[in-house]
């Protein structure tokens, strides 16, 4: 069985050797009967270098060579043939893990650029019904990745192949140097057009996320801000004064308590009710303030 590659360079060299000898003949043909004097002479030469060929390549010969070349060529027909149908499908799977990934990232403005390579062996191999996988754990479809090929009919094999997957899309930046313990500000971060292989896993696409949050050390001005970097900041005080919100169904109140720990935005703190002295926890929403739903049993 003749490899992809074989094919390939046999399917290039016999264009080549095809082409320079019809083009060569024909050039030869209209350039002498382009010339009066020998265009009626050139009848009886051709039939004597025909006779010649006859005689350097018999034409059974000639039959089995262009019979080669037809199989050869052919062959290397269905192999692309093969080879795209894989390639279109496993394009048109990662196309879709794109689009997801850009969805559920609410992104809507992104450049991509994509680049597969397939193992030469899965392109002699029939399929009509493939699978797709990453090898990974990570489904994210950025940078190198590996998938994993299942051919589930008219008959089941397995490959693989490698994606290199780029995302250009809008992120959160630092528009100046930024030292630890910076809480982000409008004036100090905005929003530039990056290459999210290059700061995955946590890149930050909208900028309203990140204002009040805290870097967790020094972020040079240009740099792509991601979650990694940030705290969220502290809103509760250990023996602070606190306004505990409690949440029920079809019923709310605002009670008074002191927090019995520090807590930082989005946390989860007990507070002491200050009248009757139970110990409720809640989550930190805001500076001072604290959230409980309480649920009936």
């Known amino acids: 069985m003749y490899t992809k590659s074989l094919i390939k360079w046999t399917h290039a060299y016999l264009i080549t050797l095809l082409s320079d000898t019809f083009c060569s003949y024909y050039n030869k043909l209209y ?49 692309w043939a093969q080879t795209s149908a894989l390639e279109t499908a496993l394009t048109d799977h990662i ?32 399929c009509e019904e493939f699978k797709f996988e990453q090898a990974g754990s990570d489904s994210v479809p950025l940078g190198r990745v590996s998938y994993r ?37 409008n004036s100090a971060i905005g929003m530039q057009s990056r290459a999210l292989s290059k700061i995955y896993p946590a890149p930050m696409f909208n900028i309203s996320a990140a204002i009040g949050k805290q870097t967790k050390r020094r972020i040079p001005q240009g740099d792509a801000i991601t979650l990694r ?31 019995l720990a520090d ?27 604290v959230e409980t739903e309480l649920k009936n049993n």
């Open 31 to 79: 350039a002498n009967f382009k010339k009066p004097e020998i265009s009626l002479n050139y009848a009886n030469n051709l039939a004597n270098e025909e006779a010649k060929a006859e005689t350097l390549f018999p034409l059974r010969k000639r039959s089995r060579f262009l019979t080669s070349c037809y199989f050869l060529l052919t062959s290397n027909s269905a192999v």
């Open 229 to 259: 970097l940030l705290n969220n900041p502290q809103v509760i005080q250990k023996g602070e004064h606190v306004t505990l919100v409690v949440n029920q169904p079809g019923f709310s109140a605002s009670i008074r308590g002191i927090a």
């Open 149 to 185: 090929i299942d051919c589930l009919s008219p008959q089941t094999w397995q490959s693989r192949a490698v994606a290199k997957i780029e995302i250009w899309a809008y992120v959160v930046v630092a528009t100046q140097t930024l030292e630890r313990g910076d809480t982000l500000s």
């Open 263 to 289: 807590a930082k935005l989005g946390e989860k703190v007990k507070v002491q009710n200050l009248t009757s002295g139970q110990i409720v926890e809640g989550v930190a929403i805001q500076p001072g303030l």
């Open 95 to 126: 196309q879709t893990e794109i689009r997801q990934y850009a969805a559920e990232n609410k992104l809507d403005r992104y450049e991509q650029e994509l680049a597969i390579s397939l193992p030469d062996a899965a392109a002699d191999m029939a």
